[in-house]
């Protein structure tokens, strides 16, 4: 069973979930996350676009980025077709468990005379898994 269904603190992103909602304590949480970014569509030219997601197995939600950081998380990068893979998260305990994350997506561009620019944004997302 896959959750379309991405919770999202802050603002609204364009971003479609596939993950398992469920899973058995022997398996590892994959899927992955599509995510389109409002960089895509930049016409810029000398351009250099990345996308992180950090993920972290949580109890609370951080306040901010900063304190998120301090947390252990796993990282993934976005590959071909804006596709996120999420692969071996385990869980060593049954019941509920909320994952927390950052999508940073960075953006660099070449302005001339030596000089980047760069801008990033960073959204906070959340996922509930239950382990069986």
């Given at each position: 069973?896959?959750?379309?269904?991405l919770?999202?603190?802050?603002?609204?992103i364009?971003?479609?979930?596939?993950?398992?909602?469920?899973?058995?304590?022997?398996?590892?949480?994959?899927?992955?996350?599509?995510?389109?970014?409002?960089?895509?569509?930049?016409?810029v030219?000398?351009?250099?676009?990345?996308?992180?997601?950090y993920?972290?197995?949580?109890?609370?939600l951080?306040?901010?980025?900063?304190?998120?950081?301090?947390?252990?998380?796993?990282?993934?990068?976005?590959?071909?077709d804006?596709?996120?893979?999420?692969y071996?998260?385990?869980?060593?305990?049954?019941?509920?468990?909320?994952?927390?994350?950052?999508?940073?997506?960075?953006?660099?561009?070449?302005?001339?005379?030596?000089?980047?620019?760069?801008?990033?944004?960073?959204n906070?997302?959340?996922?509930?898994v239950?382990?069986?």
């Amino acid at each position: 069973m896959f959750d379309e269904g991405l919770q999202i603190k802050g603002d609204a992103i364009n971003v479609l979930y596939k993950l398992p909602d469920t899973l058995t304590i022997k398996d590892t949480l994959k899927g992955y996350i599509v995510y389109k970014s409002v960089y895509d569509t930049l016409r810029v030219p000398n351009k250099e676009h990345f996308v992180d997601f950090y993920l972290a197995k949580t109890n609370f939600l951080s306040k901010d980025y900063m304190e998120f950081r301090t947390k252990k998380s796993d990282t993934f990068a976005r590959i071909r077709d804006s596709i996120i893979p999420i692969y071996d998260i385990t869980f060593k305990k049954r019941g509920a468990h909320m994952l927390e994350g950052y999508i940073v997506d960075h953006l660099y561009y070449d302005v001339g005379n030596d000089s980047v620019h760069y801008k990033s944004l960073k959204n906070q997302v959340m996922y509930s898994v239950y382990v069986k």
